[in-house]
């Protein structure tokens, strides 16, 4: 083992350290959070990244109205709801921020948000 | 054993070693935290979902509050159902007595019926008994009989719309309703822009069910960017992003409100002249300009216009610019947006015009 | 320049690294390697490199590395990966020669290997933060340092047995410098 190798197995302690350090720092690369509101009130904030088990719940919204959301890790989806039109139920799985869900009727809403704000990604999108 | 000018090039690499560490550090730190965080806050107003977000201080909350107040004023006067608004009144009164109106709705009104002189009627704020007729947005939404259609066809034409906006006054002069809902929204934006700007916030962007108003400069320097919607995916996928300083970007598109019968699909983009959901080949039309009630006034004009009279009118516009997303997948692009435009799909064909 | 058998020789041995070189590039494209930043890849090709040191003058190597860069880019991969490739490779072969002559007694053989990959990463950022104009690409320096120096240990200790095993072989030992080799292929 010469003085050389020595040197460069610092930099590379060195460097894991660094790395774990700005990884905590910046957050896991896959965070996304799903927020559930009907109408102005947020109902529930999930972060989809750290879900284990799959799960449903069900969103009563007013006027005899529900949705029932399913839960997967990095996903969500409205998979049952009373309203006349189902746009929301049609959508299916949604994973990606910005992506949202709303199902107007029961002004019930799911909008996926990132925890990075790198300037590389949109800041709305004209629907 | 290492000779003492060796120990003293050991020291100072080492040394550089340290130095080279720390500064990545402070800079890795710095490049991850300092980012302005900006404030958003989210809700329902105008029958569909709004976010504001700010770069702005303390008194970002209170500034969006007052920006959603501002949008909840607007509904308040130009809203069909809400009984008291100044629309409900003008289509409750009789024709030719003249009713009085805010200074907001005078505005609008006027603004509406150039509008519709600029676009040849294509753009039309008299279309309101084609809307109550389909229902399309309702528990309810039918397929008139032609019968009804030509009733209600008789009365349409922005001619007969009078707005006095000295004496604050508006006149129905046929029997029609008057229906601001394809212009409202994007004043409301820029409405919501003023008062933000009054309130010390220096930059931010307004989301107003899908019409976009940005303002200021984003803290990094650089351009926002708006997804244009993919109309056959869901809500927040996008087909490209333009980068633009300022400005308001709005959609119209078949794919927000509609409806199923027999198969065919019926939304809720009339054509003035038809009276029937416009069918141009035209799945979406997104339009730039520099104030939003412009660019919702001329996304709506411009999807019942079809893409030839469209890049026509937007050729002889400077500041406007469009794109277009087409039934056989394709996405139009007004050369003045080249290169702010960035493609993001692969299910698309793209071209300039 | 008139062509001395040794110089064929050299040329022949060159064509055999690119085309090794290239098969071991596409074999690693085969290979799923956890995408934990951009520009994480095993580097396979850089076993053929590090033999060419071993064997090749200087500039034959970088004739070597360019060359690679350049045909592994019309396989596929386009404009974009030939430039990634031929910054990062030129710098790895430089880092390893210059390590390989001046660093004998400092450095051992997979060190160096190790040298060749993180350099070789480092370029590549570099391009990639050329390409992209963002700066904050750096960030994924840390991590990249990480994955190259395994990288470059597994290509070295390769490398080494292959180079050992080669050496030995009557025929071929000539082709060898053997000033590298007592340095670096038979200390421990």
């Known amino acids: 083992m010469k003085s050389g190798d020595r040197a460069v197995i610092l930099l590379i302690i060195v460097a894991a350290s660094m790395a774990f350090y700005l990884a905590r720092l910046a957050g896991t690369s896959e965070e996304v959070y799903a927020e559930i509101r009907v109408g102005n009130v947020v109902r529930e904030v999930i972060d989809l990244s750290a879900v284990s088990e799959p799960y449903t719940k069900t969103f009563r919204t007013g006027n005899g109205g529900y949705n029932v959301v399913e839960v997967r890790r990095g996903m969500i989806r409205v998979v049952e709801a009373n309203c006349p039109e189902q746009i929301d139920v049609r959508q299916g799985w949604i994973s990606r921020p910005y992506q949202s869900i709303v199902c107007l009727p029961h002004r019930f809403v799911i909008t996926l948000y990132s925890q990075r704000h790198d300037g590389l990604d949109v800041d709305g999108v004209s629907y | 054993m290492m000779s003492g000018r060796a120990r003293v090039l050991r020291l100072a690499a080492l040394t550089a070693l340290v130095i080279l560490i720390a500064t990545a550090a402070y800079f890795a730190r710095r490049a991850l935290t300092e980012k302005q965080q900006p404030y958003t806050q989210a809700g329902f107003a105008m029958g569909t979902f709004v976010r504001i977000t700010v770069y702005g201080n303390e008194s970002a909350k209170a500034a969006v509050d007052d920006g959603f107040r501002r949008i909840n004023e607007i509904e308040a006067l130009v809203s069909t159902t809400i009984q008291g608004s100044d629309v409900f009144k003008l289509n409750s009164a009789p024709i030719g007595v003249p009713v009085k109106v805010h200074q907001d709705t005078a505005y609008l009104m006027t603004s509406a019926v150039e509008f519709a002189r600029l676009t040849d009627g294509s753009f039309d704020p008299t279309v309101g008994r084609m809307v109550d007729l389909w229902g399309i947005g309702t528990e309810n939404p039918r397929v008139p009989s032609e019968e009804e259609i030509m009733q209600a066809l008789a009365g349409v034409g922005y001619q007969n719309l009078a707005v006095d906006s000295e004496r604050l006054e508006a006149m129905r002069l046929a029997d029609f309703f008057v229906d601001l809902g394809a212009i409202a929204k994007g004043y409301a934006c820029d409405q919501v822009v003023n008062v933000l700007r009054e309130e010390g916030i220096e930059a931010g962007v307004v989301d107003l069910g899908g019409n976009i108003r940005v303002f200021g400069v984003k803290p990094n320097g650089r351009d926002w960017r708006i997804g244009i919607q993919d109309p056959s995916a869901s809500r927040g996928s996008y087909i490209g992003t333009i980068d633009i300083a300022s400005g308001a970007v709005a959609t119209s598109g078949d794919y927000e409100r509609y409806f199923f019968r027999d198969g065919i699909l019926y939304h809720h983009i009339f054509d003035p002249s038809t009276g029937y959901p416009a069918r141009r080949g035209v799945r979406s039309v997104s339009v730039i300009a520099p104030t939003g009630m412009q660019a919702d006034a001329l996304s709506t004009a411009f999807f019942v216009m079809g893409v030839e009279d469209l890049f026509d009118c937007v050729n002889r516009w400077q500041e406007v610019e469009a794109i277009v997303v087409t039934s056989d997948r394709r996405v139009i692009v007004s050369s003045g947006l080249a290169d702010a435009f960035e493609a993001v799909s692969e299910d698309y064909t793209y071209e300039i015009r | ?188």
């Not at chain 3, 997979?110 to 963002?134: P, R």
């Open chain 3, 1 to 188: 320049m008139e062509p001395s058998p040794g110089n064929v020789r050299q040329i022949g041995i060159l064509a055999l690294l690119l085309a090794i070189g290239l098969v071991l590039h596409s074999v690693e494209r085969v290979i799923p390697v956890p995408q934990v930043a951009p520009g994480v890849k095993l580097g396979l090709a850089n076993i053929a490199s590090l033999i060419g040191l071993f064997c090749l003058p200087y500039p034959k190597v970088l004739v070597l590395v360019v060359l690679r860069s350049l045909l592994s880019s019309l396989f596929g991969g386009g404009l974009a990966s030939f430039w990634f490739s031929v910054v990062g490779g030129v710098a790895s072969a430089t880092a390893m020669y210059a390590a390989l002559v001046y660093g004998s007694r400092v450095f051992s053989f997979v060190s160096v290997s190790i040298i060749g990959a993180l350099v070789h990463n480092i370029g590549q950022l570099a391009v990639a933060s050329v390409v992209t104009g963002a700066p904050r690409i750096y960030l994924y320096l840390p991590v990249l340092i990480v994955s190259g120096s395994i990288t470059g240990f597994i290509v070295g200790l390769v490398s080494l047995v292959v180079l050992r095993r080669l050496v030995c072989v009557d025929a071929l030992s000539p082709m060898f410098s053997s000033q590298l080799c007592e340095r670096f292929l038979f200390r421990k």
